[in-house]
T-cell receptor, first 112, second 112 residues
Framework: DGGITQSPKYLFRKEGQNVTLSCEQN?????MYWYRQDPGQGLRLIYY???????QKGDIAEGYSVSREKKESFPLTVTSAQKNPTAFYLC???????????FGAGTRLSVL | SQELEQSPQSLIVQEGKNLTINCTSS?????LYWYKQKYGEGLIFLMM?????EEKSHEKITAKLDEKKQQSSLHITASQPSHAGIYLC????????????FGTGTRLKVLA
């Protein structure tokens, strides 16, 4: 079955540590996205990529980094510069010409 | 910048009752998307609306976009416990853009 796989489901970060969240899709979608979800605040866009080897900052990119070396993969690194990383992170993808975004199951990140 | 306001923020209904969730935009909507989210999980795409006056239905859920394309409603007929979750509306930030803006969500609980 086609879909978007996020891993791990739960992740814990220590102070000063960088952590990487994985997002893989087999839908052959060109565009991929990372969102952060906090209680009562809906989803906020962190980074997005419309094509391999290209990505743009979203609304809250500070303290995060991404790469898009393969069409299927769009990993998100939460760096130590992100002072409040505790949140639910969602990855999505969409195809060119039909902007319906399909989401993974999410990764819940907490700080130890 | 565009904002999406959802109302109500939360809703508790008795099984079998009808309900409506609203999504209001501060600007013209180019594409409006409804999603459902179970707590701690990813978003499931429900419906997309693009044209003023458009209405779509799937099983017991009907979504409408008003003629002015600034408000959408999601109506559930004869609610069931399986309808419980968080309903989010999302919208294209501009015509032809890949990026969404999301509402803050409506939390629905259905009492059996």
């Amino acid at each position: 079955d086609g879909g978007i796989t996020q891993s791990p489901k739960y992740l814990f970060r220590k102070e000063g540590q960088n952590v990487t969240l994985s997002c893989e899709q087999n839908l052959n979608h060109d565009a991929m996205y990372w969102y952060r979800q906090d209680p009562g605040q809906g989803l906020r866009l962190i980074y997005y990529s419309q094509i391999v080897n290209d990505f743009q900052k979203g609304d809250i990119a500070e303290g995060y980094s991404v790469s898009r070396e393969k069409k299927e993969s769009f990993p998100l690194t939460v760096t130590s510069a992100q002072k409040n990383p505790t949140a639910f992170y969602l990855c999505a993808s969409s195809t060119v010409g039909k902007n319906i975004q399909y989401f993974g199951a999410g990764t819940r990140l907490s700080v130890l | 910048s565009q904002e999406l306001e959802q109302s109500p923020q939360s809703l508790i209904v008795q099984e079998g009752k009808n309900l409506t969730i609203n999504c209001t935009s501060s600007k013209t909507l180019y594409g409006l998307y409804w999603y459902k989210q179970k707590y701690g999980e990813g978003l499931i795409f429900l419906m997309m609306l693009q044209k003023g006056g458009e209405e779509k239905s799937h099983e017991k859920i009907t979504a409408k976009l008003d003629e002015k394309k600034q408000q959408s409603s999601l109506h559930i007929t004869a609610s069931q416990p399986s309808h419980a979750g968080i309903y989010l509306c999302g919208a294209d930030r501009a015509s032809g853009t890949y990026k969404y803006i999301f509402g803050t969500g409506t939390r629905l609980k259905v009492l059996a």
